[in-house]
């Protein structure tokens, strides 16, 4: 056969088109090299539409290094541009031409509705613009000929989280993280004078920033356009603020969608908000402008490992669609990749808008998804000050502890549990200390005030302790249970804290002190809780993991350099995996996944040959439990061993920094949620007089208790983690994205259909 007769390879465009989102270079890169190890050619078009529409340089091959490095960087390094001729015919057929010019007849489009839109458009009228390019001269039949159909799959990319049907779009937690960093800075800042100020946050035509945002550093105020303040706003805000301050805050922060409208749909600017509370209060508040910082800088550890693994099955979508496929979007549901028909998504989504425009704001909350709804009314319950009514004489005492290792964000689940349990009625306790504090009486009520600034920082005020009650100190803990009239427990924490209340539950004949309402909160950064597919820390843990390899390899690029890195999990790979794929690592080993001596020696070949090859570095992760004498230790004198001189190793454990520092937007927004439903089942106990012990979760169908005694059917005990972990298949991803030296079988990721 020669070289003209052989099938030529598929060609395929890529594009990131309207505002920039931190993410969506990690999606060009998964698209990049998921392509190339598909057999097909990459191209990216520059410039968004624009590229399409000018041709020319401003669509360009792609090969393997040409997205190297780009993982942690902002913005589109592609770039991104409005155009205004593609709304015409006559763009569409310049497009049509220029695409047709490279063989590109599959597109992968990465931007918001309009841009996705304008995608589905361009797609439908395929077809009839190549009938004009031909008919015109401008593109002969044979050109044409194999081409008749344009395959399309899109990415959102926006970080106003708008598009509905998917919990979060290309850059909207690094967002998140950008407006939660600069509330935390200027609430110390505030706290100091005693002052109030008002923010503007992005947002448009959704209020998904400013709510989240709300949630999640504990604001006293939100104007969102989907939900929109009644008649008489200004005095109500500042009653609000002034019962805040009575209450026992020192700083006051109001959030203003850039968006935001009254009642009649008329807009509310953050300026008529500082107008309205200087004339309402007799001071004016301070006005910050967030502005652009929201979209720029390093993307966070989620906006990373998420696009990459939509980037993979956009690519795989794409090359495996027949000619009745129509056009998709691939998002994340759920933690899972899903597939939704293109303008499907963008009429639901643009159906938002018409209810506002209507004045139907009920309309338009449904019309954002049931966890919007539920976030706006915990925002009402958590932000509003305690009333002056007495508590009622028969409130039920539920008394809050942690158990086991640090995870950040437990205190903002005890600072949710405080409000959300007073404001349903009951009487909150902390117990101090974790098992240890109960059984000594290190317990005391928590009022309103008194969990003020808990949800925003690092450790845990109550205290946790890895231990669990040993049978000998049972009659100590069922005493202190009785003395101190606790209704109900609320524990807090990992895998020690689900086989404490699991054992003392099944000695209720012995302790009838034992037989309440008894409810675990799965917070620890391994991950590794039954029930529950992310728990409370891992996302901070993991955004700390992925900010240390990042300086570890800008140091390692230096010179020729292997480098093995220790992530937490025990015996749980999550965090090590995760890490790998957001930081960009070349090898992950798993507990998961058990490797030996012929693993280690084929993977020091491709080091040694990519090395030989003119690669700089190797980054490599280890599950720290992972191989048993195969440690880290092992891996890198073995490496070391067998470098040959082309590379030198080093080796290191991230160590406890991974459960350091203040939580992220993520395991805030989570603690809240995980709480809220775990008072309302204690509620369901009370109300219908049950003791079943129980845990909530986030599961593929949200949040949701299930039964503790169940707790060995779900978990392989003797590694102390779940038996179906929903993020093993992303393994596949590292050696497609992350390594170019073998030829490796591209693999479908699991996806739902919405």
């Avoid at 200390?433 to 925003?456: A, N, Q, R, T």
Wanted: net charge negative; proline share 5%; with cysteine.
């Amino acid at each position: 056969m020669t070289d003209s007769a052989k099938p030529q390879p598929k060609r395929l465009g890529v594009l990131t088109s309207g505002g920039d989102a931190q993410g969506m270079n990690a999606a060009v890169r998964a698209v990049v090299r998921t392509a190339l190890k598909m057999g097909a050619q990459p191209y990216a078009i520059l410039e968004g539409w624009q590229g399409a529409v000018t041709g020319g340089e401003m669509i360009k091959p792609m090969g393997w290094s040409d997205v190297s490095s780009i993982l942690n960087k902002g913005g589109t390094v592609i770039g991104t541009a409005r155009c205004k001729e593609f709304r015409e015919r006559s763009g569409l057929r310049k497009a049509a031409k220029n695409l047709l010019l490279n063989g590109i007849d599959r597109l992968i489009s990465i931007g918001g509705d309009g841009s996705l839109a304008g995608t589905n458009e361009f797609q439908e009228e395929w077809p009839s613009l190549l009938e004009e390019l031909v008919a015109s001269g401008e593109l002969t039949p044979e050109q044409v000929a194999g081409h008749e159909k344009l395959r399309v799959a899109g990415l959102v990319g926006s970080i106003d989280n708008d598009l509905v049907g998917f919990d979060m779009t290309i850059g909207t937690d690094s967002a998140l993280q950008r407006i939660l960093s600069a509330l935390d800075e200027l609430s110390s800042t505030a706290a100091s004078h005693r002052r109030t100020f008002v923010v503007e946050v992005m947002g448009r035509h959704c209020g998904y920033l400013p709510l989240m945002s709300a949630v999640a550093r504990g604001c006293d105020y939100v104007f969102i356009p989907e939900a929109p303040p009644e008649v008489g706003w200004q005095s109500t805000l500042a009653q609000k603020l002034a019962a805040g301050r009575q209450a026992g805050r020192r700083e006051s922060i109001v959030l203003v969608a850039e968006g935001a409208i009254d009642h009649d749909g008329n807009p509310i600017t953050a300026n008529d908000v500082c107008d309205a509370l200087e004339q309402e209060m007799g001071e004016r508040p301070h006005l910050t402008i967030l502005g652009h910082v929201q979209r720029g800088g390093t993307p966070s550890a989620y906006d990373r490992w998420m696009p990459t693994a939509l980037g993979y099955a956009a690519v795989y979508e794409v090359l495996n669609q027949d000619e009745d496929s129509q056009p998709v979007i691939i998002g994340a549901r759920h933690n899972r990749v899903a597939r939704l028909p293109l303008m499907k998504a963008v009429t639901e989504t643009r159906a938002v808008a018409k209810f506002t425009k209507a004045k139907e704001y009920g309309k338009a909350v449904q019309a954002r998804g049931r966890s919007f709804a539920e976030m706006l009314e915990i925002n009402e319950v958590m932000a509003a000050p305690p009333t002056e009514e007495p508590q009622k004489k028969d409130a039920k005492r539920i008394a809050i502890m942690h158990v086991g290792g640090l995870a950040p964000g437990m205190n903002t689940a005890a600072r949710a549990a405080v409000r959300l349990g007073i404001a349903a009625g009951h009487e909150m306790l902390g117990i101090y200390g974790s098992f240890e504090g109960l059984m000594s009486g290190k317990i005391k009520p928590l009022g309103w005030e008194d969990v003020e600034g808990w949800g925003f920082d690092g450790g845990a005020e109550l205290g946790t302790l890895r231990q669990i009650p040993r049978v000998e100190e049972y009659y100590a803990i069922g005493r202190a249970l009785e003395e101190h009239r606790i209704d109900a427990l609320m524990v807090i924490g990992g895998y020690n804290a689900y086989l404490s209340i699991n054992q003392m539950r099944q000695e209720t004949s012995r302790y009838p002190a034992f037989k309440i309402p008894m409810i675990c909160v799965p917070a620890s950064i391994d991950n590794n809780l039954p029930g529950s597919e992310i728990s409370i820390g891992a996302d901070s843990a993991l955004n700390n993991a992925v900010w240390a390899l990042d300086r570890i390899r800008e140091s390692a690029a230096a010179s020729r350099r292997c480098f093995v890195a220790d992530a937490m999990g025990r015996h749980c790979g999550y965090l090590s995996l995760m890490s790998g794929i957001a930081a960009g690592a070349e090898l992950v080993y798993l507990d998961e996944n058990p490797y030996d001596l012929q693993d280690l020696t084929d993977d020091v070949q491709m080091m040694r040959d990519s090395f030989q090859e003119g690669r700089r570095l190797c980054l490599v992760l280890h599950n720290e439990e992972a191989g048993g004498r195969y440690n880290r230790e092992f891996i890198a004198s073995v490496f070391a061993q067998e470098s040959k001189g082309l590379f030198d190793v080093r080796h290191s454990a991230l160590g406890h920094l991974q459960q350091g520092g203040e939580p992220s937007p993520f395991d805030r927004i989570l603690a809240t949620r995980l709480v809220r439903v775990a008072i309302q089942e204690l509620n369901t106990q009370f109300a219908q007089q049950r003791t079943d012990p129980l845990a909530v979760g986030l599961s593929a169908n949200g949040i949701e208790p299930f039964g503790l005694m169940q707790m060995q059917e779900k978990v392989d005990t003797q590694v102390r983690r779940p038996l179906d972990q929903w993020w093993l298949p992303l393994t596949a991803i590292i050696s497609v994205v992350s390594r170019d030296e073998w030829d490796i079988e591209v693999s479908q990721l699991p996806i739902i259909d919405l």
